[in-house]
């Protein structure tokens, strides 16, 4: 491989052992690998473009560093970097068919964090989320009986249940206490490219709590009132977290009683932004949007609206100048102001927010909130919980908050 193309990535500066080093993650998870790089093999990464030539990498690594690099050592690295899956080539087109054929012809999106997000058996599962629930941290255990009918939605985080789950829980006993719904339609962020805003699935999804089944109805309904393929960007469905996690709430909150889900990955607005317009005038949201609600209308069901969405990501990690810690007080105070929007159900203001500072805190749930907040039948809003994690190593932080409509 003479010119040697990575995949797209993340890469961010932490440390380890005290040591300054680049983070690699591939973000489709392919790799499940984090890669450690010190600053001059990074360096050698950097160019792998698919346009310099190993000869080329040679040279800018001598201009750059003064010393000679030898070709085997470039090879071993191009060679470790394929055999991870995070280069463009033969070896990793091939493992992205094989996948996209499998996901393809399955009835099932499995539990694909079962195993490295939370633990894969069922009791040690339960007793792991159960904690999230216990105080201090976590708002106590929901009560099973006789709940009031009021809750419309919710807004819960997508983070890892490391750093999140105590927030999580504060949304899910909201909805274990206020909701009558066995039909919940899940808005989740896409943390990866697609081509339309929106991706729709038939499948089923597995976890350790067992299989929970999506409304094929509602989903075919929603789709043919599209004037696009919605499902054309299905694969996404099989790496993505943020429906993943919120099921696992939902089922370990209903253990015995009969759910639906309709599973939605939502594609980042930051068009709307860039042209400084409403993301309702873009034509493939605004129609999204109406087919939702018509959806949600037709239905004869009682339904609870899910958006999966962490809030602002800051530091160095995330391409600021300056780290996490210096920003967390100012951070504080925007998100709060953003969510009093969202508590107001105003989706036109809560984006208003975001888009004077263009999007500077990078709020990735934005789509999947805009879109909860468009919904007829949500009159009002409560915030239950607002968090921020910081990480040491990498000087970045995530924020996150749960949020209960009525």
């Not at 239905?299 to 800051?314: F, K, M, P, T």
């Not at 159900?345 to 809560?350: C, I, Q």
Request: proline letters at 6%.
């Amino acid at each position: 491989m003479d010119f040697p193309k990575l995949r797209s990535i993340n890469a961010f500066p932490t440390q380890v052992q005290g040591q300054q080093v680049i983070c690699i993650q591939d973000p489709q998870g392919f790799s499940q690998r984090a890669l450690f790089l010190p600053p001059p093999l990074f360096f050698i990464v950097s160019l792998f473009d698919g346009k310099h030539s190993i000869l080329d990498i040679q040279a800018e690594y001598m201009r750059k560093y003064g010393e000679l690099i030898y070709r085997e050592k470039i090879e071993e690295v191009i060679d470790q970097l394929d055999a991870q899956l995070l280069l463009d080539s033969e070896l990793f087109r091939d493992a992205l068919e094989r996948e996209k054929r499998d996901f393809r012809v399955s009835r099932v999106r499995e539990a694909t964090f079962a195993g490295t997000s939370y633990n894969p058996d069922p009791l040690t599962l339960r007793g792991q989320v159960e904690g999230y629930f216990a105080p201090p941290d976590g708002p106590g255990k929901p009560r099973m009986e006789n709940p009031s009918g009021a809750l419309k939605g919710i807004i819960a985080p997508h983070i890892d249940f490391q750093r999140g789950g105590p927030c999580y829980a504060f949304a899910h006993k909201e909805v274990r206490e206020a909701s009558h719904a066995d039909l919940f339609v899940i808005l989740g962020t896409a943390h990866c490219e697609m081509k339309n805003y929106f991706s729709l699935t038939l499948k089923d999804f597995r976890t350790p709590f067992g299989t929970a089944k999506t409304n094929k109805a509602f989903v075919e309904a929603l789709s043919k009132a599209c004037d696009w393929d919605s499902f054309e960007d299905e694969f996404v469905h099989k790496r993505e977290h943020s429906i993943e996690f919120q099921l696992i709430f939902l089922q370990f909150i209903y253990p015995s009683k009969p759910i639906e889900i309709v599973p939605i990955l939502c594609r980042s607005f930051h068009e709307a932004i860039e042209r400084s317009i409403s993301p309702r005038d873009i034509p493939q949201i605004g129609i999204f949007i109406e087919a939702l609600k018509k959806t949600v209308r037709s239905i004869d069901r009682e339904v609870c609206l899910i958006a999966s969405a962490d809030l602002a990501h800051i530091g160095l990690q995330f391409g600021d100048g300056d780290p996490a810690s210096s920003m967390l007080n100012e951070t504080r105070v925007r998100d709060l102001e953003m969510l009093a929007y969202a508590e107001k159900v105003d989706a036109e203001g809560f984006y208003d927010s975001i888009r004077k500072e263009g999007d500077r805190r990078r709020i990735c749930g934005f789509p999947c909130i805009y879109v909860l907040l468009n919904i007829n039948g949500i009159k009002k809003g409560r915030l239950l919980k607002y968090a921020q994690s910081q990480n040491q190593g990498n000087q970045s932080a995530v924020t996150f908050a749960s949020l209960a409509f009525y």
